[in-house]
């Protein structure tokens, strides 16, 4: 008699970024691909969020934002390598990272919430403070900056160790004894 392999499932977990100039219908087609692909190995999303336009630590295809989605699955094996290469060639999509949060899992360990699996729809973007060439390379403060920089300027506080710059440094003029 022989008897039929249970495939587990495994639970994973992908972030990826999207162009911040990426409409409600460009995110809703990437997600219903992860979707579509999810389901295809024999999985389901068990929670998908959209965290909104975020600063990039660094720019991208000359962005300097995104906006970060998160989805967790549990799916068969093979699934990463399938999402990853309808990330790739979405043309909206800057970056992309996969994991493995569990190894074996049971279908029936699994309850989703409804709630869970809807996206919350992109929100339009903010206008930036444009930045000239110096401002950007640090020369002169940025709106923001001088505002920080007035909130700082006052009296310096008693725990402060604040050197007096008008004290002379060293020994004097040389020759001196």
């Known amino acids: 008699m022989a008897t039929a392999a249970v495939e587990r499932l495994r639970e994973y977990e992908v972030v ?3 162009a911040p100039n990426a409409d409600n219908a460009e995110a809703e087609r990437i997600n219903a691909k992860v979707n579509e692909v999810v389901g295809n190995f024999g999985g389901k999303l068990t929670k ?3 965290w909104g336009r975020r600063k990039l630590a660094y720019p991208i295809k000359r962005n300097t934002r995104g906006i970060f989605v998160y989805a967790k699955y549990i ?3 093979g699934v990463v390598a399938e999402i990853e290469r309808n990330l790739r060639i979405a043309d909206s999509v800057l970056r992309y990272q996969s994991n493995l949060l569990n190894a074996t899992l049971d279908n029936s360990e699994v309850a989703v919430d409804p709630e869970d699996v809807k996206f919350a729809p992109v929100t339009a973007a903010e206008p930036e403070e444009e930045l000239s060439f110096e401002q950007r390379l640090g020369l002169v403060p940025s709106a ?5 920089v007035e ?7 008693a725990d ?3 050197p007096d710059l008008d004290a002379p440094v060293g020994g ?5 004894s």
């Open 16 to 18: 990826y970024v999207l």
């Open 48 to 50: 998908l969020d959209n």
């Open 75 to 77: 799916a068969k094996p």
């Open 144 to 148: 923001h900056r001088k505002q920080v």
């Open 151 to 157: 909130d700082d300027i006052g009296e310096p506080d």
């Open 160 to 162: 402060d160790d604040v």
């Open 172 to 176: 004097g003029a040389r020759g001196e």
